[in-house]
């Protein structure tokens, strides 16, 4: 099946500093992507869908200034975490569309914030 | 409105046994039915895959089940595993849109 990945895996680090998050469509490419946000013990939560070559479209009371998309090909699209602080430390999840039939989920991203 | 419920919410169950998760939805229109399987720490997996005239799916010890007039699915865990516990995920796709169920947190105890 279709693998997708995520880069890095897991980060620490202090609050006010940004991070990116990437992922990858490795064998097939993904018009759409999703990210999400899972908090321990909660279901996913979708903060906003990408598309490539086009302004992602964020879910209601997701920060779109604080939470940065860039879906710049078909294959890659990061999530950049503005100004971190503790209250954004969570598991971090991508997934990419095939054309509407399957999403096919990263391994997700635990972020700590300290 | 758009929903996907699941229950139980969590269950725990001795390894060996079987167990049925549960899923209603008042999605529309109806394109397919996944189920997720979400280890702790790792991305969700898909399971299964149901389709409008699909009643029952097995992939190795679990069956889905689809009944698309009460909008109903299960998934059908057989001679349970200490490896089957996680969270479990029914997601209905329109087409064009994925609604998520909240999950089925499900433990498998010795």
């Known amino acids: 099946g279709a693998v997708v990945s995520q880069h890095p895996s897991r980060v620490i680090c202090k609050s006010g500093t940004s991070v990116k998050i990437e992922c990858r469509s490795l064998?097939?490419?993904?018009?759409?992507m999703f990210w999400y946000r899972q908090f321990p013990k909660q279901s996913l939560m979708l903060m906003a869908t990408?598309?490539?070559?086009?302004?992602?479209?964020?879910e209601q009371g997701v920060e779109k200034d604080k939470f940065l998309i860039n879906h710049a090909s078909l294959t890659l699209s990061t999530l950049t975490v503005t100004s971190a602080h503790p209250e954004d430390s969570s598991f971090y999840i991508c997934?990419?569309?095939?054309?509407?039939?399957?999403?096919?989920f990263g391994p997700g991203t635990r972020l700590t914030v300290l | 409105k758009n929903q996907v419920e699941q229950s139980p919410q969590s269950l725990i169950i001795l390894e060996g046994k079987n167990c049925t998760l549960q899923?209603?939805?008042?999605?529309?229109?109806?394109?397919?039915l996944r189920w997720y399987k979400q280890d702790t720490g790792r991305g969700p997996v898909s399971l299964t895959i149901?389709?409008?005239?699909?009643n029952t799916k097995s992939n190795g010890r679990y069956t889905a089940t689809l009944d698309a007039d009460t909008k109903q699915s299960s998934l059908h865990i057989t001679a349970s595993q200490l490896s089957d516990s996680a969270s479990y995920i029914c997601?209905?796709?329109?087409?064009?849109?994925?609604?998520f169920g909240t999950g089925t947190s499900l433990t498998v105890i010795p």
């Open positions: 990408s598309n490539e070559g086009s302004k992602a479209t964020y």
């Open positions: 149901m389709t409008f005239s699909e």
């Open positions: 064998d097939f490419q993904a018009t759409t």
């Open positions: 899923c209603n939805y008042t999605v529309s229109p109806f394109s397919n």
């Open positions: 997934s990419a569309d095939d054309l509407g039939n399957e999403q096919f």
């Open positions: 997601v209905v796709n329109t087409g064009n849109q994925f609604y």
